[in-house]
């Protein structure tokens, strides 16, 4: 029988025949690099070439790679108890010792626990906690979910949902109900020469009570959705535009005081 080499080009083919990747985009892929292993903070892939792993993978190798005593707790414990649910009714020891360990750790008003396995289900999580809460308070119908334009929260429906990345909806929408997405205060790409804190605060306050669409917000909110639409379409934001509206915003505000300060000039006969 013929070995199956694990060479590269074989490897790379294979991937590409079977394995579907999160964010798959064949382009992209042509040249995938196959990792093999990893010590500490270092890469190595199956050429040998090392990388420095400076996003520990997706946030979650912490502890580094190569970590043996790690991979030896999980083998006895894979031996002992492979899985056990505890949906209701069950529990076991580790998850136990971990919450307590963990609420030891945490803020004092933190008392409980709830262990996701990824980044998507923990927002998921996140979001219904959130419903779960409100509808206990007495207020069901406080169901909406706000996020910001360039936030990334997941790939799951909902972490979708809330992310505010267009390339990651194209595909796949509609988004589910009741999710909305508002200017993030990113000073860099603000739209206008207000303080980029408080604006992005008000387009979410104005959004979250309902003012969007049928009122007319003030000017500068406009261009702030516009800013939005623009980034949700993937239209490139005119810098340049940009730049000159807030000129004419300076001098239009410089404007708007020096008549007031004229008003009142005459109001109080200065004049
Ligand atoms: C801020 C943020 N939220 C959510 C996620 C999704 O996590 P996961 O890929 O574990 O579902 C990520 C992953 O990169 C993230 O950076």
Redesign the pocket.
Known sequence: MKMKMDTLDTLVREDQAHLIHPLHYPKDHEHPIVMVEGRGAILKDLEGHEYIDGLSC???VNAGHGRAELAQAAAEQMARLAFVSSYAGTTNIPAIRLAERLVGLAYPNTSGVYFTT??????ESAFKAARYYWKIRGRPTKVKIFSRIHA????TLG?MSATGMAAFHKMFGPLAPEFAQVAAPYAYRWPTAGDVGVEAADALERYGTGLTGKTLPHRRLVRARQYQQDIQKNRPVDRHEVAQQKKRDIHRAQGEDDARHGVRQKRDGVE
């Open positions: 997706l946030w979650n990824s980044g998507a289900e923990s927002n990334y929260h997941g790939l972490a």
